[in-house]
C-alpha cells in the first residue's frame, strides 16, 4: 500500500536525475524494514505553475509525500521518516547547494476507511522472488 509522491518544480527537470531520485528513495523506504517493497509505489509530478517565497525563477522545491496504513508504532515511525528524509536530502544536496531550494517531506496515515483498493501487485511480485503466494 505506502504510497510515495514526489512534487518538483519545473526548474528543476534539467538538474534531477528523476530515475536515480525515485529509485533512491523508493529503495530507503523499504529499507526502513516499516513498508513493505511489495505494495510500495513511487511516483513523481512535475509542477510547471508555483510561486516560491519573492517568485524568483531560481527558487526551487521538493516536496515528498509518503503515504501508509495507519498502526505504526510512533518511533518506529519516526526513526524511518528520519531515514528517507535523508536519503532525499543527501540526493539533493548538490542542487541545494547551488540554488535557492526548499525540500519537504511529510508521512500521512490513510484513512482505510475511505480507500477502495484492488490490486495483485503482491502476488506477483511474490511468483518473481520464489515466495509462495497466498490467497
Known sequence: MPHIIIEYSSNLRERLNLEQFVREVHDATVQTGEF????????????????????????AFVHVVLRFRPGHDPVKKHAAGEKVFAA???????????????ITFEMQEIDTDFRFLKSNLADYVKRREGAPVLG
Do not use: Q, V, W
Request: proline residues 8%; hydrophobic residues 30%; contains cysteine.
Open 88 to 102: 532525499i536530502c543527501h540526493h539533493l544536496a548538490s542542487i541545494y547547494e547551488s540554488i535557492p531550494l526548499g
Open 36 to 59: 513493505p517493497m511489495a505494495g510500495l509505489k513511487t511516483r513523481t509530478s512535475e509542477r510547471a505553475c508555483y510561486r516560491i517565497a519573492d517568485g524568483h525563477p531560481d527558487n
